[in-house]
């Protein structure tokens, strides 16, 4: 129990909970690559699942956050992430009461970027389709989709990276913005190792390219680690959509400023 009487929920934990492990490079099946640079993007992974099982624990926003900020400033984001993705699915399965959006209305509200794209990976889990997500912002519920994006890449990278599959439920923009986030996540899934990240993508349609840089390029600037020389692979090869480059690096960092920890 905690110190305001509430009893914390570790049924939902067993029921529902993501084990740490899931976010090893072994598990995912990535590619293997640099150390510094697998320890790296498998901390990110763990502080995911952390912030998950730690919504999945306590819903309540006030403690729910205290939780959530005993994490590092520079990985905290990630951790909000995760807490969104539990709230989320747990909307959508006991939905008598509106968890994203008291979080959202509160503590959640400076990762409100993060806390979108998190809620994108419960859709994902859920198999739901972009009707679930009525009840987000109408500017930032893309966001959700690029969450969607980078949860299909994940767990499914042979289908989503290799094979190249998009959801039937998504069409239009809602597709565009899936690409961004399984952009992000051709940074993860190849071990953040930029020539074979620019190699996923140019084997992709043209006309998918243009996000996939978008969301690689965020998933570089927000998540890291990239040297010097990695930046210059990653302009180099995506010359023809330095635009969509430049608005990915500056999302990350917009939403590093707004979350307080850049």
Do not use: K
């Not at 794209?117 to 389709?129: E, F, Y």
């Amino acid at each position: 129990m905690t110190d305001d009487g509430r009893v914390p929920h570790p049924l939902r934990v067993r029921l529902l909970g993501i084990e740490p492990g899931e976010a090893s490079f072994a598990r995912r099946g990535f590619a293997s690559c640099d150390a510094v640079a697998q320890a790296r993007l498998e901390l990110v992974g763990r502080t995911f699942v952390a912030g998950y099982r730690a919504a999945l624990a306590d819903d309540d926003p006030p403690a729910l956050a205290a939780r959530l900020d005993d994490v590092d400033a520079e990985l905290r984001g990630f951790a909000y992430e995760g807490a969104a993705m539990a709230l989320a699915l747990l909307d959508q399965v006991l939905p008598v009461r509106r968890r994203l959006a008291a979080f959202l209305a509160g503590p959640g509200e400076p990762h409100v970027y993060m806390v979108h794209v998190g809620a994108g990976w419960a859709l994902a889990r859920l198999r739901r389709g972009p009707r679930a997500l009525a009840a987000l912002d109408p500017l930032l519920r893309s966001l959700a989709l690029d969450g969607y994006g980078f949860h299909s890449g994940y767990f499914a990278p042979r289908r989503h990276l290799g094979e190249q599959r998009v959801p039937r439920r998504l069409t239009g923009y809602a597709a565009r913005a899936f690409d961004q986030g399984l952009g992000r996540c051709s940074w993860f899934a190849t071990g953040g190792e930029a020539a074979r990240a620019a190699g996923v993508i140019a084997r992709f349609p043209a006309v998918r390219r243009p996000d996939l840089w978008s969301g690689l390029a965020l998933a570089v600037t927000y998540a890291g680690p990239a040297s010097e020389e990695a930046l210059r692979v990653l302009r180099t090869a995506g010359a023809p959509h330095a635009p969509h480059l430049a608005q990915g690096a500056a999302f990350a960092a917009a939403a590093r400023e707004r979350a307080g920890n850049p």
